[in-house]
């Protein structure tokens, strides 16, 4: 069965510094790959998406995730984190059978100090 | 605003009575979904519809039952609230993409 394990269930990281969020996926066939943002009290927000083509994906507000198949992970990197990027992470992975559903790991909470 | 609209926001229920959530979008995606969201389970799926007169079983469908109503409207009901369905319920539509604003929804 598909899955997606999130290592981190916390992270805390300084402003200004660098950010990995780990992501890693269970699947048989090449999967679709999402990150979605989630601020308190609020829906999930699409980061970006992996289909096919260039592993290296650019999203929104300065996020970035690299697909590598041979360690079936979909991380997420932004270069200098700013204190509005403190929210819950969610990786997930979509997967066609009789329509297309999305799996979701249990989330990563990011804390930001200044 | 284009997008997905859930009502209502917030729901108190006391256990065994029921209610329906209301999901729209107005992007005119042939898919929908409900989840619910639990503290350090992610998102599950409930219940998903891929089509307009289509719906299909999630991971957790047990006590939930929705109706696809027209490819606008998908809405998922409680027959009879237990305290474990306190949650906060998401609807999405398309693979999703989008996502509503969530139901908190307290069963006591």
């Known amino acids: 069965a598909q899955s997606v394990t999130q290592p981190d269930i916390h992270i805390t990281v300084s402003e200004g510094a660098s950010l990995e969020l780990r992501c890693n996926y269970s699947y048989g066939a090449t999967p679709y790959l999402f990150w979605y943002v989630q601020s308190p009290g609020q829906g999930l927000q699409l980061l970006l998406k992996y289909f096919s083509g260039d592993t290296l994906v650019q999203g929104i507000k300065g996020f970035e995730a690299e697909f590598k198949r041979s360690q079936s992970s979909f991380n997420l990197r932004k270069p200098s984190v700013h204190w509005s990027d403190a929210a819950e992470y969610f990786c997930?992975?979509?997967?066609?059978?009789?329509?297309?559903?999305?799996?979701f790991g249990a989330g990563t909470r990011l804390f930001v100090k200044a | 605003n284009a997008g997905v609209t859930q009502t209502p926001k917030f729901q108190v229920l006391k256990t065994g009575q029921s209610m329906t959530l209301q999901c729209a979008q107005d992007m005119n995606h042939n898919s929908m979904y409900w989840y619910r969201q639990d503290p350090g389970m992610g998102l599950r799926l409930i219940y998903y519809s891929a089509s307009e007169g289509t719906t299909d079983k999630g991971e957790v469908p047990n006590g939930y039952n929705v109706s696809r109503l027209n490819k606008r409207e998908f809405s998922l009901r409680l027959e009879s609230a237990a305290p474990s369905q306190t949650s906060v319920y998401f609807c999405?539509?398309?693979?999703?993409?989008?996502f509503g604003q969530g139901t908190r929804l307290t069963v006591v």
């Open positions: 999405a539509s398309r693979p999703g993409w989008f």
């Open positions: 997930a992975v979509g997967e066609i059978s009789g329509g297309f559903k999305t799996i």
